[in-house]
């Protein structure tokens, strides 16, 4: 239900003055959550710029709370980091192109700000967005195997994702489905002549989470 987003705030101001920063993020209930953080340096000469950051190398989801930071800034000596439902920056630590983090506890999105100094201050943001997704999806099924043909009917439940990709095993033959999810539900009907007496449904979130159901007899 959401893309990765990395995005770069720049301001180059000389003087006082006042930033905010504000983004949305996908609250729990579907709704649209807004966080403003101002920011209120003095800054004089030349302060860092072109900062830069990622989570996980850019990929759009999580399945841990625990993450990596790719980061760059041009001019900084100490920089300092924050989720976006924290009330207050961490403390400053040098500069680094790299940094184990821990996001916030809570499938959706997630939001890291990033913020570096020099001897001059800071008046750069920088902010990455990932979709924490810690949650398998759910599976259900009827089945009917007649004359040789069985027919399958699959609901798919997943509260993040927009697609599910299944496979249902029968021995070594395997078929995958793809199948879309609308508001965390989809639903599929399959037929075909499996070429074992059992079947397994196997189904992956995107994020990589899966779901199994019981390898299953075939039974006429």
Same mark, same amino acid.
């Given at each position: 239900? $959401?893309?990765?987003?990395?995005?770069?705030?720049? *301001?180059?101001?000389?003087? #006082?003055?006042?930033?905010?920063?504000?983004?949305?993020?996908? @609250? @729990?209930?579907?709704?649209? $959550?807004?966080?403003?953080?101002?920011?209120?340096?003095? @800054? +004089?000469?030349? #302060?860092?710029?072109?900062?830069?950051?990622?989570?996980?190398?850019? !990929?759009?989801?999580?399945?841990? !709370?625990?993450?990596?930071?790719?980061?760059?800034?041009?001019?900084?000596?100490?920089?300092?980091?924050?989720?976006?439902? /924290?009330?207050?920056?961490?403390?400053?630590?040098?500069?680094?192109? *790299?940094?184990?983090?821990?996001?916030?506890?809570?499938?959706?999105?997630?939001? #890291?700000?990033? =913020? %570096?100094?020099?001897?001059?201050?800071?008046?750069?943001?920088?902010?990455?967005?990932?979709?924490?997704?810690?949650? $398998?999806?759910?599976?259900?099924?009827?089945?009917?195997? /007649?004359?040789?043909?069985?027919?399958? *009917?699959?609901? #798919?439940? /997943?509260?993040?994702?927009?697609?599910?990709?299944?496979?249902?095993?029968?021995?070594? =033959?395997?078929?995958?489905?793809?199948?879309?999810?609308?508001?965390?539900?989809?639903?599929?009907?399959?037929?075909?002549?499996?070429?074992? /007496?059992?079947? !397994?449904?196997? %189904?992956?979130?995107?994020?990589?989470?899966?779901? *199994?159901?019981?390898?299953? =007899?075939? +039974? =006429?």
């Amino acid at each position: 239900m $959401a893309t990765g987003i990395t995005q770069r705030i720049r *301001e180059n101001i000389i003087g #006082v003055f006042a930033l905010a920063v504000i983004f949305t993020s996908l @609250a @729990a209930a579907g709704g649209i $959550a807004y966080n403003i953080f101002t920011i209120q340096p003095t @800054a +004089v000469g030349t #302060v860092p710029t072109d900062l830069f950051i990622t989570i996980n190398n850019g !990929q759009d989801f999580s399945t841990s !709370q625990d993450v990596n930071l790719t980061l760059f800034a041009n001019n900084a000596e100490e920089c300092r980091y924050m989720n976006s439902e /924290d009330p207050d920056w961490n403390e400053w630590e040098p500069y680094s192109l *790299e940094k184990e983090w821990k996001l916030n506890a809570g499938d959706g999105q997630h939001a #890291v700000l990033y =913020q %570096c100094r020099n001897t001059e201050l800071s008046n750069s943001i920088g902010l990455a967005i990932i979709t924490l997704d810690t949650t $398998a999806p759910t599976i259900s099924y009827t089945s009917q195997f /007649d004359n040789s043909t069985l027919n399958l *009917e699959m609901e #798919v439940f /997943d509260a993040i994702s927009d697609q599910s990709i299944c496979t249902v095993k029968f021995g070594s =033959q395997e078929d995958t489905i793809t199948i879309e999810l609308n508001s965390g539900i989809g639903k599929e009907s399959y037929s075909t002549s499996p070429a074992g /007496d059992s079947f !397994q449904i196997i %189904c992956y979130d995107e994020a990589g989470n899966n779901a *199994e159901t019981p390898v299953i =007899q075939l +039974v =006429q």
